[in-house]
């Protein structure tokens, strides 16, 4: 088989943890280890010494872009980099450690197949610690690293690393969604276990952090099980001078789950007519099959009414359909939200006007627990809420599809985002129904 057909895969992968635990340095270490700089990336880095004091370089330059970054020695915006091996290309998200930026840690995690939480050897688990642990699971966040950074300062003691291990390890399994975590004892500063391994770890016979993300399994985290295609726009080329395009109609989106083939039988909600599907086309012609999350356009056997914010879904496995939702958000404005708002609701490739009717519970980041009926959820708030939406959305529980379980919802007159949902999953009592298209 060509080698085309055979891409290398791509990992997605955010950092994040406390203030100054060395997130920026790391995947600047990352960067400049795995020979991923080009020449006048490093002379940037040796020009911008003279921002940080004392002339030498600073790894967390390549990552922190805002002059106010530099010079606080912090990180403010999501920062993203691309670099490659040859085993794999990466694209990293440094995001903010800072508590008043939890919501741009929201953001560039919530696309990542894995997420590196740093620890500082010396302080240990903390708050943040545990708020970004919680909000990687919330985030349905698949692969978990704990770097236990800045272990040359507590003169790489074992004891120190194995405290912190079982600290998190306490906690972990009541969040129940990590496939895998992993721990490993670095020095990002001095590279240690992050592309080469450590003399100074004799006591640590895991791979290193690049190793790691090298050969993590990622292959299976996409949902191959139940077909869902949001239809983003319907494709009528209609160009009279083109007799083979004239009559051509089909529906084009990016499939957000699942496997479609030729001649498969779908479902087109919220309608709930059966038909199957004649054709898959993509810019390279046509194919028998294509899968989550190719973009492609399909061709119906039935001349159905379908229009943007439709979903074609398989047979087995139907979403939910319902305009009462239940959801876990994160609020990200400054104004607070309370019980009676309306909001535009953000969906798949629909949008609705919503209200929120009621605020269930927020939740406590040192237990995880909710706490019962808050008057109100304030920006980086993570909370439990009821919604109602001017129409039912078919819609999937986040856990069980990143893509269909999503939503954010828009403040109207601003078009300001001001907060990301994650959707509980839907009852068996709002399972749509569907019959076969009458010819």
């Given amino acids: ?60 330059n390549l990552t922190d872009g805002l002059r106010a970054e530099r010079e606080q020695g912090i990180t403010i915006d999501v920062a993203y980099r691309y670099f490659a091996t040859p085993r794999r ?63 040359d300062l507590v003169e790489w003691s074992e004891e120190r690393y194995l405290e912190i291990r079982d600290e998190i ?37 895991g791979p290193t952090l690049l190793s790691h993300l090298e050969t993590v399994h990622i292959a299976s985290d996409w949902n191959l099980s139940a077909l869902r295609f949001p239809v983003q726009w319907v494709n009528r080329p209609n160009n009279p001078r083109d007799q083979k395009l004239h009559d051509f109609r089909g529906v084009s989106g990016q499939i957000a789950a699942g496997i479609i083939r ?37 061709c119906l056997e039935h001349d159905i009414d379908i229009s943007r914010g439709d979903m074609i879904v398989g047979l087995e496995n139907l ?15 400054p ?36 706490e019962p009926n808050p008057s109100e959820l304030g920006m980086n708030d993570i909370g439990i809420i009821r919604l109602k939406t001017s129409k039912p959305l078919v819609f999937d529980g986040y856990n069980f599809n990143r893509l269909t379980g999503a939503f954010i919802l828009i403040e109207q007159g601003t078009n300001a985002t001001v907060a990301a949902g994650m959707l509980n999953p839907p009852t068996e009592a709002v399972k749509p129904e569907y019959s076969d298209f009458a010819i």
């Fill in 262 to 298: 030729k001649g498969q039988e779908v479902v087109v909600l919220p309608a709930g007519l059966k038909t199957s599907v004649k054709d898959i086309w993509t810019l390279d012609g046509s194919l028998r099959e294509a899968f989550c999350p190719q973009s492609v356009t399909l």
């Fill in 335 to 370: 104004k607070p939200v309370t019980a009676g708002k309306k909001y535009f609701l953000k969906h798949a490739t629909q949008t609705v006007q919503a209200i929120v009717t009621s605020l269930e519970g927020k939740i406590n980041l040192t237990n995880f627990e909710p």
């Fill in 1 to 60: 088989m060509p080698h085309s057909q055979h891409p290398i895969e791509i990992l997605r992968f955010n950092t994040c943890g406390s203030v100054d635990d060395g997130k920026s340095t790391l995947i600047g270490r990352l960067l400049y280890d795995s020979k991923s700089l080009m020449e006048d990336q490093i002379e940037a880095l040796e020009r911008s010494a003279d921002i940080t004091g004392g002339g030498q370089i600073n790894l967390a």
């Fill in 169 to 205: 390890e306490d906690f972990i399994p009541k969040l129940d969604v990590f496939r895998d975590v992993k721990f490993i004892p670095i020095s990002a500063l001095n590279g240690d276990n992050c592309v080469e391994r450590s003399k100074f770890t004799p006591w640590y016979d």
């Fill in 319 to 333: 979403p939910g359909r319902s305009a009462d939702l239940h959801a876990r958000i994160c609020w990200m404005h």
């Fill in 89 to 151: 290309k990466f694209i990293v998200a440094d995001t903010p450690g800072h508590v008043q930026y939890t919501r741009n840690m929201v953001t560039g995690a919530s696309t990542a197949n894995l997420s590196i939480v740093l620890v500082d050897a010396r302080a240990g688990v903390i708050e943040q610690t545990r708020r970004h642990i919680y909000l990687a699971s919330l985030l349905g966040i698949p692969h978990l690293v704990i770097a236990v950074n800045k272990m």
